[in-house]
């Protein structure tokens, strides 16, 4: 993995940009399945995507205060070092977050020990800074400290970077996540402390062409990319549209309509939606989710839509239509199979106001994060 790493960012740079791979993994919720915990998991969990994205809630009162994790729902993570020499970590780049977060040497939860550990001792380039973090899970609390390293994502090297460094994880579920941290590519105000994150730390230190980046998501284990600094034609076909943000915390951008069948049948009159590359599913509020899963033919059954395999080929699109472009996705598309009897609709309910577009329509849909020109780019991915 490392070795595709160096290997990806080397050939690169010749074109001003940085590539990193991304492995697509199995999803926390997919092993609780196969492990025969999922169904006692929800009755033991209220689990809400949204509890990720406080400022969806109008009142903000009774939700997690920094958004930081959402670990039953994420997929794609890659390699990155920290440290003096590199201590290597996986993690998710998770558009709908802005810390760098790993565990620590000193935290003894199980959680911990079966990941890797950042060693601080070990590291001549680390710097202690005296602060602690606290960061509100939907299970519990992720107990750290704050201290400055070198990040090293693939070629790029941000020195002085602020991270998070867990004491203590909550959670017997955390064990199961097959990644360590999380490193947040979503605004700075996101930001746990005022911590500067890493894509504004490289934009600082001039590492980048452009004050951009994208992601491509296959479907496949292996052939993901996020991309620091440019855009990468190969990955998608057509046009790429452009649409402004409307809100700069995630990434977040406003939303006409959701057509299936023809008719609108979710967000009528508009509502806002973000494009969150650490959420792989599509959620939304429950009465518009309500309509699509009835739309599609989906049923629920202990908190996920089940829908009859054999039947996909026929299911509609299900079409969101942002600044008048239409971007259908396919059945093929927001259907899982599951190797445990029924497939499951990708589909959600968040208690909170925000449509949450995630991987299954990132897949379909190459996507550009500019910073510049606070726009995200959207083309049809091949």
């Not at 940085?18 to 492990?35: D, F, H, N, S």
């Not at 941290?181 to 894509?199: C, E, M, R, S």
Request: charged fraction near 15%; charge should be negative; hydrophobic fraction near 35%.
């Amino acid at each position: 993995m490392r070795f595709l790493v160096l290997l990806c960012a080397a050939s690169a740079l010749s074109q001003g940009i940085t590539k990193l791979p991304l492995e697509r993994g199995k999803k926390l919720r997919e092993v609780l399945r196969e492990k025969g915990l999922l169904h006692h998991f929800f009755q033991h969990h209220h689990y809400d995507i949204g509890t990720k994205f406080p400022h969806a809630f109008p009142n903000g009162t009774e939700v997690a205060t920094e958004p930081l994790l959402n670990t039953l729902d994420m997929e794609y993570y890659g390699t990155i070092s920290i440290g003096t020499p590199l201590q290597n970590f996986t993690v998710v780049f998770d558009t709908g977050s802005s810390n760098l977060w790993v565990p620590s040497i000193s935290c003894t939860s199980l959680a911990c020990q079966s990941h890797q550990m950042f060693n601080p001792s070990q590291s001549s380039t680390y710097k202690s800074t005296g602060q602690n973090l606290s960061i509100q899970y939907g299970t519990g609390d992720m107990e750290g400290i704050v201290g400055s390293d070198t990040v090293t994502v693939a070629s790029l090297v941000d020195t002085n970077q602020l991270f998070g460094l867990s004491t203590t994880e909550p959670g017997q579920f955390f064990v199961h996540v097959k990644f360590d941290g999380i490193l947040g590519l979503g605004y700075p105000n996101l930001a746990a402390d005022g911590i500067t994150p890493v894509f504004d730390n490289m934009v600082n230190e001039s590492l980048l062409e452009e004050n951009l980046f994208s992601v491509y998501l296959s479907r496949e284990m292996t052939g993901s990319m996020v991309i620091f600094g440019g855009i990468d034609e190969s990955y998608f076909t057509g046009s790429i549209n452009w649409i402004s943000i409307s809100y700069q915390g995630y990434w977040q951008i406003s939303m006409d309509s959701i057509i299936v069948n023809s008719q609108e049948i979710a967000c009528s009159g508009g509502c806002q939606a973000i494009i969150d590359t650490g959420t792989s599913l599509v959620a939304g509020p429950p009465s518009g989710i309500s309509n699509i899963q009835s739309a599609v033919g989906a049923h629920d059954v202990y908190g996920e839509y089940n829908v009859n395999c054999s039947s996909i080929s026929a299911m509609p699109d299900v079409i969101f239509v942002i600044d008048g472009v239409q971007y259908p996705v396919s059945a093929l598309a927001y259907t899982e199979q599951n190797d445990q009897g029924p497939c499951i609709s990708s589909f959600q309910n968040t208690s909170g106001d925000l449509w949450i577009l995630g991987d299954v329509f990132i897949r379909v849909y190459y996507s550009i994060f500019d910073r510049a020109n606070n726009r995200v780019g959207l083309a049809k991915a091949i």
